[in-house]
């Protein structure tokens, strides 16, 4: 197996797993508001983690 050939499996497998997990997770949802909450929580957390790295970068440029 080479080097790249490594990498695609991985990939598939973490998106199977993600998948996996996003199907439990779905299933116990109560309603659409609460997949809103969720994906704004989860969403949020993640720009506020891209911003405050491209905030620290032109800091120290």
Do not use: E, P
Not at 5 to 11: E, F, G, I, Q
Not at 36 to 44: D, F, M, Q
């Amino acid at each position: 197996m080479t080097f790249t050939a490594a990498y695609v499996l991985m990939s598939q497998a973490a998106t199977v797993v993600i998948t996996l997990i996003s199907a439990g997770v779905t299933f116990y949802m109560d309603s659409i508001a609460g997949a809103w909450k969720l994906l704004i929580v989860t969403g949020g957390v993640l720009l506020l983690r891209w911003y405050w790295w491209h905030v620290n970068a032109a800091q120290h440029s």
